[in-house]
């Protein structure tokens, strides 16, 4: 008998899976059994998807009209959805006082709208077939609004805000809407902490009760069970995964 944790057969959608925290869970998610697209706007999109044995989907999130033809080419090319997986997200580091409005709007387009617009169309094939599992990826910036991030933290408050509001409307139809939050991870997003500042990094690690930085396979098990029948009871949750960041 399989497992509640085993995703075989399930067909996962994985935005930004070209990188950083979306390659690793898309790695978990095949792992588990499942079939997975990878969605991105680069050739790591191509890579991270032939490393897998899944499909690789070109698709600018910041473009609507691309969002839509992506989506739709993935979910083809997958013959169906299961799971989907919101990672992909983009930053802008400014003061507030001087942070630019076009800077602002990318970044709540592509980290908010276009997690909406996702999660919209997915939720569509979901409610109609009554059962799907949608996890999207928000921060600890939903929870504090951190430093110099303004735009950043707004949209990812907005996102763990707009899965509950998605899990009280779909969860009547079998269609589980979580998030997870990652801690502090080593990607590119925030090299600019990790590589180019190391007494921010010395701050950050020393507040980390597991005395490191995350790396994007320690996501990879929170994904797994969210996308599972083993989180069939799960609605609405914004899961931190942080190395125990917010307990301190």
């Known amino acids: 008998m399989a497992g509640p944790f085993d995703l075989t057969g399930c067909r996962a959608l994985v935005t930004g899976g070209g990188g950083g925290i979306g390659r690793g869970l898309a790695s978990a998610l095949a792992d588990a059994g499942a079939s997975v697209a ?33 989506f739709d080419e993935a979910v083809t090319g997958l013959g169906g959805l299961d799971i989907l997986v919101a990672s992909h997200g983009i930053g802008k580091a400014a003061d507030a006082l001087d942070h630019d409005l076009a800077d602002w709007d ?5 980290n908010l709208t276009a997690t909406f617009e996702l999660c919209q169309l997915a939720g569509r094939i979901m409610v109609a077939q009554g059962s799907g599992k949608i996890v999207n990826i928000a ?8 430093f110099r991030v303004s735009s950043y933290a707004a ?7 707009l899965t509950m509001a998605l899990a009280n409307e779909w969860a009547p139809h079998g269609v589980n809407v979580n998030a997870i939050a990652p801690g ?18 010395e701050q950050i690690t020393v507040r980390i ?20 029948a083993a989180a069939d009871y799960v609605h609405g949750v914004t899961l931190p995964v942080d190395g125990g960041w917010l307990s301190r």
Do not use: H
């Not at 050739?43 to 070109?58: F, M, Q, Y």
């Not at 949209?155 to 805000?161: A, L």
């Open 139 to 146: 921060s600890m910036l939903s929870f504090q609004g951190g």
């Open 209 to 228: 009760p597991a005395g490191r930085w995350g790396e994007p396979g320690d996501i990879g098990g929170a994904v797994v069970f969210l996308s599972s």
């Open 106 to 110: 990318e970044v709540l387009e592509v």
């Open 184 to 201: 502090y991870v080593k990607t590119a997003l925030n090299a600019r902490i990790w590589r180019d500042d190391p007494e921010r990094t």
């Open 38 to 70: 990878v969605l991105g706007r680069s050739k790591s999109a191509d890579e991270a998807a032939a490393e897998l044995g899944g499909i690789a989907v070109r698709a600018d999130l910041a473009n609507r009209d691309d969002l839509r033809r992506g």
């Open 155 to 161: 949209s990812k408050g907005g996102v763990s805000q």
